[in-house]
């Protein structure tokens, strides 16, 4: 494990309840928190430019290590000078750690204490990831985050759960063995499926480790919200205050505004450039079905009041015709949209905990319970 | 006929050979000459943002009359305050007639001397189109520019041509009587196939009716390009000096530079669009497809010193990666660098023609002939 980079730090700047407000400094930029990443999966954003991201004032956003370990392959990555310069990104990435995928997209061969042997999703080629493998392709990825190699169990099976927790925590302290780069922050993940004392336990043991920063993962995977709540409290009351928390794969405003109110610093979810290629777009609290008929001569923007671009120059109308002729651009302004909702919420919640407000305006939102 | 608005003026500001410099007036901005339009066949062009379009500093852009007559339909964008204000874009819009898309993608059930009845490409539904219907569905949808309705024969049928070069004609001045607005530009269109006297007997006949502007149909769709260069010397010797004159459906690089060097103002294509959707990016002069392995590595932009966006910020490597991970963002991106390639040639053009030096601009572009 080398010396830490010095960017690498996280200011609280102020709390409300268990609500955190901050920034982490990275190499490419101080990312405030709460807030949302994108997910750019095989090193795009779908259907979003880079410019637009800027301008969405987009901070952070992720790419995925299994994907683009297939293709183009993170040599190849590496090569064309690393993640920013290829895909025109110049603020803070997050690549995950390839675990998530290998059990949700590979077809698993293996799985043992040293690694996951698995066969690809696209042309079925055996392939093996380890911690160490996992570590060495983020290296070569270069983003500024980097997740430790976990293994993500099915919630409600407690066996496997403790299995595969012990399985993450070894992995955990061989990742930051492997770890050469000093400008990439390495963070843990906690595990521990649905299981209050093994969600402590783990806690408790990825806190030990002392990384920069710490996740986590295997939420949003099929338990209830009353589940995923008492998980957050758990895990949040044990993890370090000095240190960023990031809930992997959550983003629905619902889930954004209920982990900031239980200590969540960090969000990531394919949901908003995803729900917005099925016609699905954002409302502040909920969603809507754009393609609907009722939409048809509909002159309003998708949300009333709503800052980004697609509600200041689009009506519902034009938006409907987009995405039920399956226009490209429907998916493109209905992604900036659904952005936009989840940046400018986390945005107005970091503006009411540094007011002290934090209860009014989740009241007034109508989300939090 | 209602009296012209005094915005549809054309100024010839220079002439270097046969190649026009000019601008033409409109109420929603200036077109300056030569000019090519992207096309937005249904109210968008595909995958490229209004503001990505400003950006791209283009100035028209085209619809397709057919497409929106059929979907969303022309009663619910005059509902929605005409095309501008549906699709966001308060420059110039031309529309087309609606007889192209008919006589290439509809099924014809009849065609007569009042006008044409067809099957809709979507649901088989029966559909008729007139001069009348055709400038009443223009006048909903709102463009500057509107179209003649006419009929497109195969170029190589003499009779065919000869008929339904009478019927164009015919039409023609139909859809001068039909028309009721002052604030859209009506142009003619000359037909005649690849036949010389017809086309010049049709280029008579049509600046007879003294059109603000005034087109050239039914080239690009089979005749080789000596053929349509000849046709093009023909009718623009006849054709007015003082109207502009749009050449319908061309766009490749080297079809503009030769139809600027033949007297042409006006250029509309789904080519760049189109061509960015199956991976193919234009060069200066002509074509690369991105998705060459040969592109694997490769660190430059699509074209060395090309001033657009694309180019600007990402490498052959990259976009290789996106076309063939059939990601939106390859689509978008190599549109943009399409879209900005056919601008610059003509902005390059212009100011060629303007300072008299268009014989050296192509010799050195490499186009001309």
Redesign the interface.
């Known amino acids: 494990m080398p010396a830490m980079n010095k960017h690498f730090t996280f200011e609280l700047l102020a709390q409300d309840g268990q609500a955190r407000a901050g920034v982490f400094h990275t190499p490419h930029g101080d990312i405030p928190t709460p807030i949302f990443a994108p997910v750019g999966t095989?090193?795009?954003?779908?259907?979003?430019?880079?410019?637009?991201l800027h301008e969405l004032e987009s901070q952070l956003i992720l790419a995925n290590t299994y994907h683009l370990y297939l293709?183009?392959g993170d040599e190849?990555v590496a090569?064309?000078?690393g993640l920013h310069a290829?895909?025109?990104w110049d603020k803070p990435i997050l690549t995950d750690s390839g675990g998530f995928q290998v059990f949700s997209l590979g077809d698993i061969n293996a799985i043992d204490n040293e690694g996951v042997t698995f066969k690809s999703h696209i042309d079925g080629s055996m392939h093996r990831l380890t911690p160490e493998k996992s570590i060495h392709i983020q290296e070569n990825l270069g983003a500024d985050i980097i997740m430790a190699f976990d293994e993500c169990a099915e919630p409600y099976d407690r066996a496997y759960n403790e299995k595969a927790m012990t399985r993450t925590h070894a992995w955990a302290k061989r990742c930051q063995t492997a770890q050469t780069r000093s400008d990439q922050a390495l963070f843990g993940i906690v595990q521990g499926g649905i299981f209050p004392d093994l969600r402590a336990k783990s806690a408790e043991y990825i806190a030990a480790l002392d990384f920069p920063g710490n996740a986590i993962g295997g939420l949003s995977v099929g338990e209830t919200k009353a589940e995923m709540h008492e998980i957050l409290d758990i895990v949040n009351a044990i993890l370090p205050a000095d240190k960023p928390r990031y809930l992997m794969g959550v983003g629905t405003p619902l889930d954004i505004v209920n982990g900031v109110l239980r200590g969540v610093d960090i969000f990531d979810c394919v949901h908003p450039t995803r729900l917005a290629r099925h016609k699905a777009a954002f409302t502040r609290t909920g969603r809507m079905n754009v393609g609907k008929a009722v939409y048809?001569?509909d002159?309003r923007p998708l949300v009333e009041g709503c800052a980004c671009?697609t509600c200041q120059?689009?009506?519902r109308?034009?938006l409907?015709?987009?995405v039920?002729?399956k226009?490209?651009?429907g998916?493109?302004?209905l992604s900036i949209h659904n952005i936009h909702t989840l940046l400018q919420l986390a945005r107005e919640l970091r503006e009411a905990i540094i007011t002290g407000t934090v209860e009014e305006y989740v009241r007034e939102l109508g989300t939090g319970d």
């Open positions: 095989k090193a795009t954003v779908k259907g979003v430019t880079p410019a637009q293709r183009p190849l090569e064309m000078g290829f895909m025109g048809a001569n002159p671009y120059n689009f009506s109308a034009y409907r015709h987009l039920n002729q226009e490209m651009l998916g493109t302004l």
